[in-house]
């Protein structure tokens, strides 16, 4: 028998009307079956300062997790710059290299993609989603970011999420959401 692919999760965020909210669905799939419905994928960090959320398997995002808030104690607090290191350790790092995961970070100035191959990315529109879900949502948030301009943050990323779980099977309504402080 093969390697079990794991598929879960959608994450999104979104800076809009001067907040930064993101947010993920629950759910955790194991070859065509829901391993877990409530996983929370979405971290504060730094007093809320900060919020992450990851998407791939668990055990990898977290040890990127561990190592991004290393990377932020080291960096006093700087998000980018500790994305930045977090990125050159990926690339360099065997072990790293093979982790099978990605993050999302924001803070109240940006949000930045950590991509799984060491790549740190700020996504046009100030919309920023990885997942199995990704480009429902991300789809979602730049049409109610265009044509509804007055909804908050939050809601566009309520609303996307809930689109994406619609759509995508390996994405839930189970939704944890988190607004940067």
């Given at each position: ?13 979104v800076v809009h ?32 300062k900060i919020v ?130």
């Amino acid at each position: 028998m093969g390697k079990i692919k794991i598929r879960s999760t959608t994450v999104l965020a979104v800076v809009h009307n001067g907040e930064v909210v993101v947010g993920a669905d629950g759910q955790a799939t194991m070859g065509s079956y829901v391993a877990k419905s409530n996983v929370k994928k979405i971290r504060s960090l730094r007093e809320g300062k900060i919020v992450t959320g990851f998407a791939g398997s668990t055990a990898d995002a977290f040890t990127l997790l561990e190592r991004f808030e290393e990377k932020l104690n080291s960096y006093s607090g700087n998000m980018k710059r500790s994305a930045i290191e977090l990125a050159k350790d990926w690339r360099m790092d065997r072990y790293l290299r093979k982790l099978e995961a990605m993050l999302v970070v924001a803070n109240e100035e940006e949000v930045l993609v950590l991509s799984g191959t060491g790549d740190v990315l700020e996504p046009d529109n100030q919309i920023a989603a990885i997942g199995s879900g990704a480009m429902y949502a991300q789809s979602a948030a730049y049409a109610l970011k265009k044509h509804a301009p007055t909804m908050s943050a939050e809601d566009i990323v309520r609303e996307s999420l809930t689109i994406a779980a619609d759509i995508c099977i390996y994405t839930n309504h189970n939704l944890v959401i988190e607004k940067v402080k």
